[in-house]
């Protein structure tokens, strides 16, 4: 974690005294906020790497804090990781539907979260080539700006959906496994009841099939596939796209 910036929300000084101490000691810069507003100018001027949200702060919720921003549109994402003590499934289905990359409940272990620090870190800087721009069909994907555009109109996602866009198009045409894109897209399983995957490839179909015609096709018992209309898909065995 050296040389990030990390962004710690949460109202209570207890919670931002050990996750900023273990964050220090992992090298990494760290500013911390107790407020929704202070997380938002915090943001503005820090501007962080990461940022670990609580949900429950006394002016905006962390939904609210995320909702505002994902609007103003910053280049490349900010990545969120939630760590609240809000557990339920809703809960966790709209912290992810909002643009969170991951979501962890209180009590927490503080290694499990390091760990997920450092892999939503290492996913937010591992698309290789940058500077490379993808296209299939009127889908265009620019990895150095990481923004997308379906034909004229821009598709505004999110840092998992965008990893997960990526690497459904450097593998265009070949069938990829939840396995494969849960092992490429996240470095873990998750400990919740959600399925990641087709949660996000849910999210990700909505922004798509909203400019035009579906691009990515599941096949059944084997996974999923994104190819412009037409042709047949053909499986993958690495699905490394390399």
Request: a negative charge.
């Amino acid at each position: 974690m050296d040389q990030h910036r990390i962004l710690v929300v949460d109202d209570e000084k207890g919670i931002t005294d050990l996750v900023a101490m273990a964050l220090h000691l992992q090298g990494a810069a760290v500013e911390v906020a107790h407020t929704g507003a202070d997380a938002l100018r915090a943001v503005r001027v820090f501007r962080p790497h990461l940022v670990v949200l609580d949900v429950m702060l006394p002016d905006l919720d962390g939904f609210e804090v995320l909702d505002r921003m994902l609007s103003e549109r910053p280049s490349p994402p900010v990545p969120v990781l939630f760590l609240t003590a809000r557990g339920d499934l809703d809960d966790r289905l709209r912290g992810l539907a909002s643009g969170g990359d991951d979501y962890m409940t209180k009590p927490f272990s503080v290694e499990e979260m390091l760990l997920r620090v450092a892999a939503i870190l290492r996913r937010s800087e591992g698309i290789d080539d940058p500077g490379r721009r993808l296209v299939v069909g009127d889908l265009e994907l620019d990895e150095e700006s990481h923004q997308a555009r379906r034909g004229s109109e821009p598709v505004h996602l999110t840092p998992t959906e965008f990893r997960l866009l990526h690497y459904l198009m450097v593998n265009a045409g070949h069938v990829v496994s939840k396995a494969q894109i849960r092992d490429r897209v996240w470095d873990y399983s998750f400990d919740g009841n959600v399925n990641m995957v087709e949660v996000y490839i849910s999210y990700l179909r909505k922004k798509l099939d909203a400019h035009g015609p579906p691009l990515v096709r599941t096949v059944r018992g084997v996974g999923y596939c994104l190819r412009a209309s037409g042709g047949t898909p053909t499986s993958s065995d690495t699905g490394t796209g390399r």
